[in-house]
C-alpha cells in the first residue's frame, strides 16, 4: 500500500503552513478523512470519528477490542513529524494511555500496522 497523499503534504507542502483556514488547508484535512475512511475497514476497524480542528485533525477508532486515539499535530509548524497515537479507555478518553508516533515518511503504514499490532 502506498504512503497516504495527506502524509506526504504533511511533510512536504509549503502552502499548509498559513494562519488561515484556506482551500489547501481544508483538501488536506478532507484527503486525511478519506484515506482513514478508507483505510480502517481494511484492518477490521470500527467507531470510526474524525474531528477537524483549525490546522490539525484528531480521531477515534476501534481495532478488536481497544479503542484508539489519534492526533496529526499542527500542520502549520510541523513541530512534529509525526502522528500521535495512543490507545484510549473508550472513544472519548483524550487523555489515554502511553503516547506513541508513526513518522510521516514511507513507512508510515507498516508503522502504524505494527503498533496496532495487526
Not at 503552513?17 to 477490521?44: C, H, R, S, V
Not at 487523555?95 to 510521516?104: E, M, R
Request: aromatic fraction near 16%.
Amino acid at each position: 500500500m502506498e504512503t497516504p497523499i495527506w502524509v506526504l503534504r504533511y511533510r512536504d507542502d509549503r502552502k499548509l503552513a498559513t494562519y488561515a483556514e484556506t482551500e489547501d488547508m481544508k483538501g488536506w484535512k478532507n484527503q486525511a478523512k478519506t484515506w482513514w475512511e478508507k483505510f480502517l475497514p481494511t484492518i477490521g476497524a470500527t467507531g470510526f470519528s474524525f474531528r477537524s480542528m483549525y490546522c490539525e485533525f484528531s480521531a477515534f477508532f476501534k481495532v478488536g477490542e481497544r479503542w484508539w486515539y489519534i492526533n496529526s499535530g499542527d500542520v502549520r509548524y510541523k513541530i512534529s513529524k509525526s502522528l500521535l497515537i495512543r490507545q484510549a479507555r473508550n472513544e472519548h478518553d483524550l487523555t489515554g494511555l502511553q503516547n506513541q508516533s508513526v513518522p510521516y515518511d514511507k513507512n508510515f503504514i507498516p508503522n502504524l500496522k505494527a503498533i496496532l499490532k495487526i
